[in-house]
């Protein structure tokens, strides 16, 4: 099997995300018409509460697995790398085991007295058995991300959301047409994820397999020569596998739980702060908008974050290991500048377009608001999840946690002095002020300690430009092509303007980058080949204008 380089794994990882992505947008669409405001509710409080727990459950050992990984194969202790994988695929057998036996036995306690929503109880029992596997996969995605096969966590991903989605429509509908209640239609949507977490399983044991080939005929080719990488290994001990791993692994689910936290947070904290302050309906409708679409889209800019931090950390680990620090700041402030650079025109087109975005994917366009002002706050959430990941690679996880731990704090503390007076939007603005704090502290930390930056100080201006023409273009398009369109179903109206204002963020924005210097063409000669081959045309016109003025 070949090894993918940091571009091929984070498109490999960004594109699966994406498919999964658009898989779940568009399984949620039809739930949402098949459910009520209250029904989408439940819906959401048992998706929010089981990806927190499986977040608490697996996401610090995998990326401390990754990492503790790629170290050891960088430094040719290959055995060593394998012991950690076997004693990893433990946790996760038994992490499955009482994760989903806490949630079948508390989902009562869970839904009623903290999620404030007893009906919530029977979705929360659904979906509680795709956490038998769910842990075993991450701790495999982990292990290949280490050793840079990106390929086989993307694919089983995407096998995932398939069956997820398939299922969950397929019951939810088929309960809905035998005319039962919306509590028992959201369960069964709920338990479309035990399929997906099966697919996944699967996939993974064939590249398990497939993997587990390739490096007995390296070892045998090694052997034949002579020679062996793992020469340098050492038998290690459980204890001293787990010590290590959790060691690197708590900082890192204290960092990596802080968006879903926030999620959940808003979920639990949106009906007992705004009862009194604002009418029953609108907090209802604030609500299913909030966990049902607002963060559905959201989650879209991220998912290039979410790829680039999983492809980084291998990457950083092994020059880290190897004290190779020009790679490590080369390599740190790269992955900033491009998850910066190209997340930027898909929050511009979400969060300024929302009204149409929303419009498109959703039965109405209520709520637009909310989904624009939570995209809008992704640009920091990306930062703060890119840095997180650089942290860890570097080995100081502890940092990101102190940043993660006070931003939650403050959005904490800003929630219930916002919300009684602005209502969701108070929320929102918590959230966003707490991935802003999170990623200064930790750009602060990487410049101490690398050469990291995302961009010279002499660009801002210009990059503050960009955003500024596109996001105004963006904004007139839409109500330029809504006006034209007038005559049009609504639908048809909302597609065509967001195509338009798609096309055009994709074609001014990198125009505007060049133009006003914020990428020179000396710097994208050190960018992958893809990306100067996208800005080419953009520099072959300003070579064209400089060159007749």
């Known amino acids: 099997m070949k090894k993918d380089s940091l571009l091929k794994g984070t498109l490999v990882l960004a594109a699966a995300a994406l498919v999964a992505r658009a898989l779940g947008l568009f399984q949620r669409v039809p739930i949402e018409h098949v459910l009520n405001d209250q029904g989408n509710i439940y819906y959401g409080v048992a998706n929010n509460v089981y990806l927190f727990l499986l977040v608490v459950a697996t996401a610090g050992i995998p990326s401390a697995v990754s990492k503790m990984v790629s170290e050891r194969f960088a430094l040719g202790r290959d055995a060593e790398a394998r012991q950690i994988y076997r004693a990893a695929l433990l946790f996760g057998a038994v992490a499955g085991v009482i994760i989903t036996l806490m949630m079948l036995g508390l989902a009562p306690l869970i839904a009623g007295p903290i999620m404030n929503e007893s009906g919530a109880a029977a979705s929360i029992r659904a979906i509680a058995p795709s956490l038998l596997l769910f842990p075993a996969i991450a701790m495999m995605r982990g292990y290949f991300q280490g050793r840079r096969y990106m390929s086989a966590g993307g694919i089983s991903q995407i096998f995932e959301q398939i069956l997820r989605v398939?299922?969950?429509?397929?019951?939810?509908?088929?309960?809905?047409?035998?005319?039962?209640?919306?509590?028992r239609v959201a369960a069964g949507a709920s338990f479309g994820s035990v399929f997906g977490s099966i697919g996944a399983f699967i996939v993974m044991l064939y590249y398990g397999r497939k993997l587990s080939a390739s490096d007995r005929k390296s070892r045998s080719a090694a052997s034949g020569r002579g020679r062996s990488r793992s020469r340098s290994s050492q038998r290690l001990s459980t204890l001293a596998i787990y010590r290590e791993m959790f060691y690197l692994s708590v900082p890192i689910?204290?960092?990596?739980?802080?968006?879903?936290?926030?999620?959940?947070?808003?979920?639990?904290?949106?009906?007992?702060?705004?009862?009194?302050?604002?009418?029953?309906?609108?907090?209802?409708?604030?609500?299913?908008?909030?966990?049902q679409r607002a963060q559905s889209i959201a989650g879209i800019p991220v998912i290039l974050a979410v790829a680039l931090?999983?492809?980084?950390?291998?990457?950083?680990?092994?020059?880290?290991?190897?004290?190779?620090?020009?790679?490590?700041?080369?390599?740190?402030?790269?992955?900033?500048?491009?998850?910066?650079?190209?997340?930027?025109?898909?929050?511009?087109?979400?969060?300024?377009?929302?009204?149409?975005?929303?419009?498109?994917?959703?039965?109405?366009?209520?709520?637009?608001?909310?989904?624009?002002?939570?995209?809008?706050?992704?640009?920091?959430?990306?930062?703060?999840?890119?840095?997180?990941?650089?942290?860890?690679?570097?080995?100081?996880?502890?940092?990101?946690?102190?940043?993660?731990?006070?931003?939650?704090?403050?959005?904490?503390?800003?929630?219930?002095?916002?919300?009684?007076?602005?209502?969701?939007?108070?929320?929102?603005?918590?959230?966003s002020v707490c991935f802003i704090w999170?990623?200064?502290?930790?750009?602060?930390?990487?410049?101490?300690?690398?050469?990291?930056?995302?961009?010279?100080?002499?660009?801002?201006?210009?990059?503050?430009?960009?955003?500024?023409?596109?996001?105004?273009?963006?904004?007139?398009?839409?109500?330029?092509?809504?006006?034209?369109?007038?005559?049009?179903?609504?639908?048809?109206?909302?597609?065509?303007?967001?195509?338009?204002?798609?096309?055009?963020?994709?074609?001014?924005?990198?125009?505007?980058?060049?133009?006003?210097?914020?990428?020179?063409?000396?710097?994208?000669?050190?960018?992958?080949?893809?990306?100067?081959?996208?800005?080419?045309?953009?520099?072959?016109?300003?070579?064209?204008?400089?060159?007749?003025?």
């Open 253 to 291: 689910v204290l960092t990596a739980v802080t968006v879903q936290l926030m999620y959940t947070l808003d979920s639990i904290m949106i009906k007992p702060l705004l009862t009194g302050h604002f009418e029953t309906e609108t907090i209802y409708m604030w609500g299913s908008v909030l966990v």
């Open 309 to 431: 931090g999983q492809s980084i950390i291998p990457v950083i680990s092994s020059a880290h290991a190897t004290g190779d620090r020009n790679k490590v700041g080369g390599q740190a402030s790269l992955a900033v500048r491009i998850a910066m650079f190209s997340a930027m025109p898909i929050v511009l087109v979400l969060a300024v377009g929302a009204y149409s975005i929303n419009g498109l994917i959703f039965s109405s366009d209520e709520g637009s608001p909310i989904v624009a002002l939570l995209t809008l706050g992704t640009i920091f959430q990306i930062g703060m999840m890119i840095t997180n990941s650089i942290l860890l690679g570097i080995g100081q996880p502890r940092k990101a946690t102190v940043h993660a731990f006070t931003g939650i704090l403050i959005k904490i503390g800003l929630s219930f002095a916002l919300a009684p007076w602005l209502g969701v939007y108070g929320l929102i603005v918590a959230t």
């Open 438 to 549: 999170t990623l200064s502290f930790n750009i602060l930390s990487l410049k101490k300690r690398t050469s990291f930056r995302i961009i010279p100080s002499n660009r801002w201006v210009g990059f503050l430009a960009t955003i500024a023409i596109c996001a105004a273009a963006i904004w007139g398009l839409e109500w330029g092509m809504l006006g034209l369109l007038g005559g049009l179903p609504a639908k048809a109206g909302f597609f065509l303007a967001s195509a338009v204002m798609g096309i055009a963020a994709l074609g001014l924005y990198p125009v505007l980058l060049v133009l006003f210097k914020v990428i020179t063409r000396e710097e994208a000669q050190s960018y992958p080949k893809p990306v100067r081959k996208l800005l080419a045309p953009v520099f072959l016109l300003q070579k064209t204008r400089a060159g007749r003025a």
């Open 166 to 183: 398939t299922a969950a429509i397929t019951i939810a509908f088929t309960f809905a047409a035998w005319g039962w209640s919306d509590e």
